[in-house]
């Protein structure tokens, strides 16, 4: 018989903590919304409700008609109006809509159907199917569908004016309320398509693509969605790079020269380093310039008839009228960093500006180093932990 593991948790632990991992999916997770927000939202229901109940009551009393002039239902739609005014089940054609396909679903199920609890189950399941592929799915509208089957009576004393009135009451002071207090009621369902640009950037297409795999019911408008997804993806991207600094990433030593150095010298010192460029420095390694494969052949005379490695040949030997030090070449001013500057900054000298090589610079503004685009992709490929081939 083998012996038990010592490294492994005994069966019983095993099996206590996957109960306990279990239990915590009914633990809610936190709403995520401040004091002032909470306030807002309810102030906001006790409104739109008192003013429902005053418009109903004050009607019933005026014409003289019996019957229930408010509905337990308005007070879920309430919530939803108030407090969750960008959701596309709070949106006014789902609460209107919605609720009121709902009541007559209900009022047919207790008519066709004498049992109540299959009145009820075919109520809400109906109204459901129903509101779904017309765009208009309210929760509390199954609610109403249900109530008209549970309380026959009342569907019977119900007034026709009475559910799209205290609605129409609801949405309209539900849009006012929201939109004085800074929530956009109605909200745009879905956004306008623009290009992708910045970092963590997507098409709404890769959202379409998205969506079609979830398979569900989401209580958060597209928009709203594609905005969050956009600013997590910014917030990956600045969290991996936020932090990057030159110094990290920067090439050193660096190899430089001086002004004075003869072309010759500076070709001979990029060809045996292996190098695409060489900061020109002063006496006090502060840059004054940079001379690059790009600067030697820009000179080269394309117009002669011998070949290219002739013509830098006949360049760097100083050969006719051709310049022969690095100072009458070199590119200035130049684009430099400091080593405490934060990576991400570089991105569009590089992307948008044209550089392949930034000199580093010190608190005193002396040369310590420098950043090329092999680093700068190095140095992306290992914070988005892109995988060698």
Same mark, same amino acid.
């Given at each position: 018989m083998p012996l038990p593991d010592?490294?492994?948790?005994?069966?019983?632990?095993?099996f206590a903590h996957s109960v306990w991992l279990w +239990?915590?999916?009914f633990w809610p997770a936190p709403v995520g919304i401040?004091?002032?927000?909470?306030?807002? =939202?309810?102030?906001? #229901?006790?409104?739109? =409700? +008192?003013?429902?109940?005053w418009l109903g009551h004050g009607w019933g009393a005026?014409?003289?008609?019996?019957?229930?002039?408010?509905?337990?239902?308005?007070g879920a739609s309430a919530v939803l109006v108030f407090g969750m005014p960008s959701s596309p089940l709070s949106?006014?054609?789902?609460? +209107?809509?919605?609720?009121?396909?709902? #009541?007559w679903v209900g009022v047919a199920s207790a008519v066709l159907v004498p049992d109540g609890a299959w009145a009820g189950a075919l109520a809400v399941a109906v109204s459901v199917a129903v509101m779904l592929p017309l765009?208009?799915?309210h929760p509390p509208g199954a609610a109403l569908a249900l109530s008209m089957v549970l309380n026959p009576q009342q569907a019977a004393q119900l007034h026709g004016w009475t559910v799209p009135v205290t609605l129409l009451a609801l949405l309209a002071v539900g849009m006012l309320y929201n939109n004085l207090t800074g929530r956009r009621y109605p909200h745009a369902q879905s956004a306008p398509e623009v290009a992708p640009r910045g970092p963590g950037a997507f098409t709404s297409a890769d959202l379409d693509a998205a969506l079609s795999h979830y398979n569900g019911v989401l209580d958060v408008s597209r928009a709203d969605l594609e905005g969050l997804l956009h600013l997590a993806g910014r917030a990956a991207f600045a969290r991996t790079l936020g932090d990057l600094r030159c110094e990290d990433i920067m090439s050193q030593p660096v190899l430089s020269v001086e002004a004075a150095v003869s072309l010759?010298?500076?070709?001979? +010192? =990029?060809r045996s380093e292996r190098v695409k460029a060489l900061p020109v420095v002063d006496d006090q390694r502060q840059v004054c310039g940079i001379v690059t494969v790009a600067d030697f052949m820009r000179l080269a005379r394309t117009d002669a008839p011998e070949g290219l490695g002739q013509r830098l040949r006949s360049l760097v030997r100083g050969r006719s009228t051709q310049p022969t030090l690095v100072g009458q070449i070199m590119s200035q001013p130049v684009q430099t960093a400091q080593t405490g500057q934060l990576v991400m900054e570089l991105v569009p000298l590089f992307s948008q500006g044209g550089h392949h090589h930034i000199p580093i610079l010190d608190d005193r503004q002396r040369l310590v180093g420098i950043v090329t685009q092999t680093d700068l992709v190095r140095a992306l490929a290992g914070a988005l932990q892109v995988p060698q081939a």
């Amino acid at each position: 018989m083998p012996l038990p593991d010592p490294l492994l948790p005994p069966r019983s632990l095993s099996f206590a903590h996957s109960v306990w991992l279990w +239990l915590q999916r009914f633990w809610p997770a936190p709403v995520g919304i401040t004091v002032r927000e909470g306030l807002r =939202m309810a102030i906001g #229901m006790a409104c739109g =409700m +008192l003013l429902v109940a005053w418009l109903g009551h004050g009607w019933g009393a005026l014409t003289g008609l019996q019957g229930p002039w408010l509905l337990a239902s308005l007070g879920a739609s309430a919530v939803l109006v108030f407090g969750m005014p960008s959701s596309p089940l709070s949106q006014p054609w789902p609460v +209107l809509a919605g609720s009121l396909l709902s #009541m007559w679903v209900g009022v047919a199920s207790a008519v066709l159907v004498p049992d109540g609890a299959w009145a009820g189950a075919l109520a809400v399941a109906v109204s459901v199917a129903v509101m779904l592929p017309l765009r208009c799915l309210h929760p509390p509208g199954a609610a109403l569908a249900l109530s008209m089957v549970l309380n026959p009576q009342q569907a019977a004393q119900l007034h026709g004016w009475t559910v799209p009135v205290t609605l129409l009451a609801l949405l309209a002071v539900g849009m006012l309320y929201n939109n004085l207090t800074g929530r956009r009621y109605p909200h745009a369902q879905s956004a306008p398509e623009v290009a992708p640009r910045g970092p963590g950037a997507f098409t709404s297409a890769d959202l379409d693509a998205a969506l079609s795999h979830y398979n569900g019911v989401l209580d958060v408008s597209r928009a709203d969605l594609e905005g969050l997804l956009h600013l997590a993806g910014r917030a990956a991207f600045a969290r991996t790079l936020g932090d990057l600094r030159c110094e990290d990433i920067m090439s050193q030593p660096v190899l430089s020269v001086e002004a004075a150095v003869s072309l010759k010298d500076a070709q001979a +010192l =990029m060809r045996s380093e292996r190098v695409k460029a060489l900061p020109v420095v002063d006496d006090q390694r502060q840059v004054c310039g940079i001379v690059t494969v790009a600067d030697f052949m820009r000179l080269a005379r394309t117009d002669a008839p011998e070949g290219l490695g002739q013509r830098l040949r006949s360049l760097v030997r100083g050969r006719s009228t051709q310049p022969t030090l690095v100072g009458q070449i070199m590119s200035q001013p130049v684009q430099t960093a400091q080593t405490g500057q934060l990576v991400m900054e570089l991105v569009p000298l590089f992307s948008q500006g044209g550089h392949h090589h930034i000199p580093i610079l010190d608190d005193r503004q002396r040369l310590v180093g420098i950043v090329t685009q092999t680093d700068l992709v190095r140095a992306l490929a290992g914070a988005l932990q892109v995988p060698q081939a």
